[in-house]
């Protein structure tokens, strides 16, 4: 690709492994720096195990707001789908956000304080009838009459898990972040910041129009009214059926209001792999981490503070040189390798009225190495400091990993973990630490490199809700990272050269200055 704005730009392949590949997987500063203007530089995605609908987006500022697009992945020639085969027939719906304004210039402005919100969402870049602006441009979904169709979805919408939901019509659920899933119905479909979903549409109604319509799943605290409250639309239109103005599209009836995070995680709770996955499922934990996700009010000096988002009350910073070249070329002082397995202090982390300071947050590049093949439980921990609980959809990098449990409160180390899904957890890339609660997955350490883990809302990674995973050579050429490609974008080192003499004032004054 070549890019021609003021901007650097990366891309990232949202679940493609990109198996002993890390140069091809595209998050700025963790495995390669910015593509310059006027420069170019060619990605080579392989995938391996996948198969469904994955997506890729732009993985530098907020430039993927209008930089994404879906990947399908098909079954193995000579192979099925694992569920009754579509009628040849299939659609694609990308759930968007649209704003008003350049948003990566209202980021820069607004660096520390609040990050801007949507002015709509959208499918297939289109709000739908109810926004005057989009109404000729509404997307339209042609079907037939008595057909099943493979409907895949994918959320690209910047800050906002999203209820979905036809007019009339069932779903079948079959897989999510590619990967096939026990089949069940449902009225209304969630889906998080970053997911892909694969979903099954019999058109079995009397021919017409229908809406199919989309909202966000609002968790944070209901006295803050400030979100995307648009009501978006496409319409699925039976063939030969009456066109607008002469009809009206029947409305959903079971789409959740903004404000049902039970029925989000009544949804989640359905999902099951396809399959029995017992046999794969990490059994073996040699680490075991007990991650916190929280947002918190960072103090600069007496007058001055800014929010930023930690893990385990670390704030990512980015390095001058990206991670996987460092580690790769052995340089020292872009990064050290001691984020914490646990908190540094223990409370109730759901509380309510926690103050700002109930921990200490610190900004550092830290990242956690581990050895080839072995076998990881993280535990995530949702925390309620300045009340600011919310769902979290973590996304990691080069591997998938399957949810073994989830549910409210404080996570207890004794009696939750006799509640596992060792059966047959999903499989998944991204999954949701829900408000005020955990989840809980495992993954084998397979995957050779540099390997980001963060949160999807982009508002909380451009914060620091994010760290990096080094998973060591395995010691033959089958198990050890592939060479760096000849053309790896130049770093410009947007901070210091290394982190050596890294202080909080300098910090924040280039946070300021991004």
């Known amino acids: 690709m070549t890019y021609f704005r003021d ?145 895949r979805l994918v959320n690209a919408a910047m800050n906002a898990e999203l209820f979905f939901s036809i007019a009339g019509h069932n779903m079948t659920v079959v897989g999510m972040d590619a990967s096939n899933l026990k089949p069940f119905e449902t009225t209304y479909v969630v889906i998080e910041a970053g997911q892909t979903m694969n979903i099954l549409v019999t058109t079995n109604q009397e021919p017409g129009q229908y809406y199919m319509a989309v909202r966000q799943c609002f968790t944070g605290e209901a006295t803050f009214s400030e979100f995307d409250k648009t009501n978006v639309t496409a319409i699925l239109q039976y063939n030969g059926s009456v066109t607008p103005p002469s009809s009206v599209p029947y409305l959903p009836t079971f789409l959740p209001n903004f404000y049902e995070k039970y029925a989000a995680m009544s949804f989640r709770s359905k999902l099951k792999s396809l399959y029995p996955q017992d046999a794969y499922v990490p059994k073996n934990v040699t680490t075991r981490m007990y991650i916190i996700a929280n947002l918190q009010a960072y103090k600069v000096n007496d007058t001055s503070n800014f929010s930023i988002t930690t893990l385990n009350n670390v704030s990512w910073v980015n390095p001058g040189v990206d991670v996987l070249q460092a580690y790769y070329y052995n340089l020292s002082g872009f990064y050290t390798d001691d984020f914490p397995n646990n908190p540094p202090t223990f409370y109730d982390f759901v509380a309510f009225d926690l103050g700002a300071n109930t921990t200490f947050a610190s900004l550092g590049t830290k990242v956690k190495v581990l050895e080839y093949g072995e076998e990881v439980e993280m535990v995530f921990q949702s925390s309620n400091v300045l009340n600011a609980s919310v769902d979290h959809p973590m996304h990691l990098h080069g591997h998938s990993f399957y949810v073994v449990g989830s549910g409210d409160g404080d996570f207890d180390f004794v009696e939750d973990p006799k509640t596992y899904n060792l059966f047959d957890p999903p499989k998944l890339n991204t999954a949701t630490i829900q408000k005020s609660g955990w989840l809980a997955i495992r993954f084998k350490a397979t995957n050779p490199g540099v390997w980001l883990l963060h949160c999807h809302v982009e508002r909380h990674y451009s914060w620091g809700m994010n760290t990096v995973f080094i998973v060591k050579n395995g010691g033959t050429p089958e198990t050890t990272i592939r060479g760096p490609p000849p053309n790896m974008p130049v770093c410009d080192d947007p901070f210091s050269i290394n982190l050596d003499g890294l202080n909080d004032s300098s910090f924040y004054s280039e946070y300021r200055a991004l």
């Open 7 to 151: 901007l650097g730009l990366t891309i990232g392949w949202h679940g493609v492994k990109q198996q002993r590949n890390p140069w091809m997987d595209g998050p700025v500063y963790v495995t390669q720096c910015p593509i310059k203007p006027e420069m170019n530089f060619t990605y080579e995605v392989k995938v391996s195990d996948e198969e469904g609908t994955l997506w890729w987006h732009a993985h530098s500022d907020w430039t993927r707001v209008g930089v994404h697009g879906a990947i399908v992945i098909y079954p193995e020639e000579g192979s099925t789908y694992p569920y009754p085969r579509p009628h040849d027939a299939e659609e694609i719906l990308v759930f968007g956000a649209w704003y008003t304004y350049d948003v990566n210039l209202e980021v820069i402005e607004s660096a520390g304080s609040d990050q801007p919100g949507s002015d709509s969402y959208t499918i297939n870049s289109q709000p739908g009838d109810f926004c005057p602006c989009s109404r000729e441009g509404t997307y339209h979904w042609e079907v037939e009459y008595g057909k099943t169709y493979l409907l």
